[in-house]
DNA sequence: TCTGGGGTCCTAGGACCC
DNA sequence: TCTGGGGTCCTAGGACCC
């Protein structure tokens, strides 16, 4: 009988703040940043939760239900840092562990009986280890699927565990709303609730013919779910299988919409260089580059550009972008850029030799760079502007980062 | 209320090929 | 001179997750 824990951490970011400051403790604490910044709320304290604030709210509808909230722009490195710490004790557990995201994973126990004793045992011991070790809480379901662990950590949130016994899963779910179904969002639960189906029990009854004429695919998957099976997308596949990213992507909200040409090209750019960089951390090369645009009414476009080779070099995703850019930008102020590299391919890919080569030349050239940036900042070495010579005269040196001086920062 | 940033997966239409 | 059919690639958009 498989046995999976989902471990999922309580209030995560937040409760690394706590750590680093103690006097956060008890009170409302939102992460995401300062009340009158765009963005959303990343985390929020259980005390702030009390006023209506969650994840995923804007930072100034937070701020109206809880202008005494401490905002916090966050820490991502601390976070991380806690993350690996967390993977840490979590793989004395079991070798099949898989980080779902910075703070939850996925851990396979089928047969540690012997070892760690019962789930409720092992579970109770993993909270005792966590809290020991990183000085954090976490939730705990456990089940057979994937899935079902998933569902029952959160409605064991906060600190708890929740064991679904094998063949209760139906029983378990059939009370829940559908949204506690992962996978169904806003638009799906409307959908829903548009036939009458509030409840997982509700979804269950129905039979699958008709979920997959309505809901395509999906409908079909859905049906399992509601059952508490895995079948179907991503729940079906196996665990702590890694794998390579099927795309890398960076974006920017600008403070205020901007229409400055010059603006919108040096973020593109620096947009695209991230982006670059990103790739040869992976040692991939992307064959379509593609640019977000939204405007000031929050419509957004998107346009693609598939290459007749892979690349990784800055240059080159600077300039599909840009040219992409130039072609469809309408001259209305932008609210958002972004750049996107898909269809990624290992370095071994279908690239002819001559082409390797000129990759291979570029990718050790930049690696370079990149270690200059690592060391003295990411101004310090900018390949964004004066594309026109070769490449010695295309790099322009930061006075500022020149090394032999004091680094900013240290 | 005024909506981040980084991802994955799915759909659907058109081009193109056999 | 009344309109095939399947496969694959490309593009754009959108739902969803943390």
């Given at each position: 009988?498989?046995?999976?824990?989902?471990?999922?951490?309580?209030?995560?970011?937040?409760?690394?703040?706590?750590?680093?400051?103690?006097?956060?403790?008890?009170?409302?604490?939102?992460?995401?940043?300062?009340?009158?910044?765009?963005?959303?709320?990343?985390a929020?304290?259980?005390?702030?939760?009390?006023?209506?604030v969650?994840s995923?709210?804007?930072?100034?509808?937070?701020?109206?239900?809880?202008?005494?909230?401490?905002?916090?722009?966050?820490?991502?490195?601390?976070?991380?840092?806690?993350?690996?710490?967390?993977?840490?004790?979590?793989?004395?557990?079991?070798?099949?562990?898989?980080?779902?995201?910075?703070?939850?994973?996925?851990?396979?126990?089928?047969?540690?009986?012997?070892?760690?004793?019962?789930?409720?045992?092992?579970?109770?011991?993993?909270?005792?280890?966590?809290?020991?070790?990183?000085?954090?809480?976490?939730?705990?379901?456990?089940?057979?699927?994937?899935?079902?662990?998933k569902?029952?950590?959160?409605?064991?949130?906060?600190?708890?565990?929740?064991?679904?016994?094998?063949?209760?899963?139906?029983?378990?779910?059939?009370?829940?709303?559908?949204?506690?179904?992962?996978?169904?969002?806003?638009?799906?639960?409307?959908?829903?609730?548009?036939?009458?189906?509030?409840?997982?029990?509700?979804?269950?009854?129905?039979?699958?013919?008709?979920?997959?004429?309505?809901?395509?695919?999906?409908?079909l998957?859905?049906?399992?779910?509601?059952?508490?099976?895995?079948?179907?997308?991503?729940?079906?596949?196996?665990?702590?299988?890694?794998?390579?990213?099927?795309?890398?992507?960076?974006?920017?909200?600008?403070?205020?919409?901007?229409?400055?040409?010059?603006?919108?090209?040096?973020?593109?750019?620096?947009?695209a260089?991230?982006?670059?960089?990103?790739?040869?951390?992976?040692?991939?090369?992307?064959?379509?580059?593609?640019?977000?645009?939204?405007?000031?009414?929050?419509?957004?476009?998107?346009?693609?550009?598939?290459l007749?080779?892979?690349?990784?070099?800055?240059?080159?995703?600077?300039?599909?972008?840009?040219?992409?850019?130039?072609?469809?930008?309408?001259?209305?102020?932008?609210?958002?850029?972004?750049?996107?590299?898909?269809?990624?391919?290992?370095?071994?890919?279908?690239?002819?030799?001559?082409?390797?080569?000129?990759?291979e030349?570029?990718?050790?050239?930049?690696?370079?760079?990149?270690?200059?940036?690592?060391?003295?900042?990411e101004?310090?070495?900018?390949?964004?502007?004066?594309m026109?010579?070769?490449?010695?005269?295309?790099?322009?040196e930061?006075?500022?980062?020149?090394?032999?001086?004091?680094?900013?920062?240290?």
């Amino acid at each position: 009988m498989k046995i999976i824990f989902h471990v999922d951490m309580d209030a995560f970011f937040v409760s690394v703040e706590e750590l680093f400051d103690p006097s956060l403790i008890g009170k409302p604490v939102v992460v995401g940043g300062r009340p009158d910044q765009r963005g959303v709320v990343s985390a929020a304290s259980y005390a702030a939760r009390k006023f209506g604030v969650h994840s995923a709210l804007p930072l100034r509808t937070a701020y109206k239900l809880c202008p005494q909230a401490i905002f916090l722009d966050g820490h991502p490195e601390r976070y991380r840092e806690y993350s690996h710490k967390v993977h840490g004790v979590l793989q004395r557990f079991s070798p099949v562990v898989e980080m779902a995201s910075i703070d939850e994973a996925y851990l396979d126990l089928t047969g540690t009986e012997r070892l760690l004793g019962p789930p409720l045992k092992a579970a109770h011991r993993l909270h005792e280890e966590m809290k020991r070790e990183t000085g954090l809480n976490c939730s705990i379901g456990i089940a057979r699927s994937r899935m079902v662990a998933k569902v029952s950590s959160d409605q064991a949130k906060p600190n708890g565990v929740l064991w679904i016994l094998p063949g209760q899963e139906a029983r378990f779910l059939a009370p829940l709303d559908v949204r506690r179904i992962p996978g169904v969002g806003k638009v799906t639960e409307k959908n829903l609730h548009a036939l009458g189906i509030r409840k997982v029990g509700d979804l269950a009854r129905l039979d699958e013919a008709s979920l997959e004429s309505r809901f395509g695919k999906w409908g079909l998957a859905l049906a399992g779910k509601a059952l508490g099976e895995d079948a179907g997308g991503w729940f079906d596949s196996e665990i702590g299988a890694e794998e390579d990213p099927k795309s890398i992507s960076h974006e920017h909200t600008f403070d205020q919409d901007t229409a400055d040409a010059a603006r919108l090209d040096a973020t593109l750019a620096r947009l695209a260089e991230k982006v670059g960089r990103r790739l040869r951390e992976h040692g991939l090369y992307s064959r379509t580059v593609q640019v977000k645009l939204r405007y000031s009414d929050f419509s957004t476009i998107t346009r693609a550009h598939t290459l007749d080779h892979a690349t990784g070099i800055d240059i080159e995703l600077i300039e599909h972008a840009r040219a992409l850019f130039l072609k469809n930008w309408n001259g209305k102020p932008v609210r958002l850029v972004g750049v996107h590299a898909g269809s990624l391919e290992a370095a071994e890919g279908q690239m002819n030799l001559l082409e390797s080569e000129r990759q291979e030349r570029w990718r050790k050239a930049l690696e370079a760079v990149d270690k200059i940036r690592d060391r003295f900042g990411e101004s310090s070495v900018s390949l964004a502007s004066g594309m026109k010579g070769d490449y010695a005269e295309r790099v322009h040196e930061n006075p500022e980062g020149l090394p032999g001086k004091a680094p900013r920062g240290h």
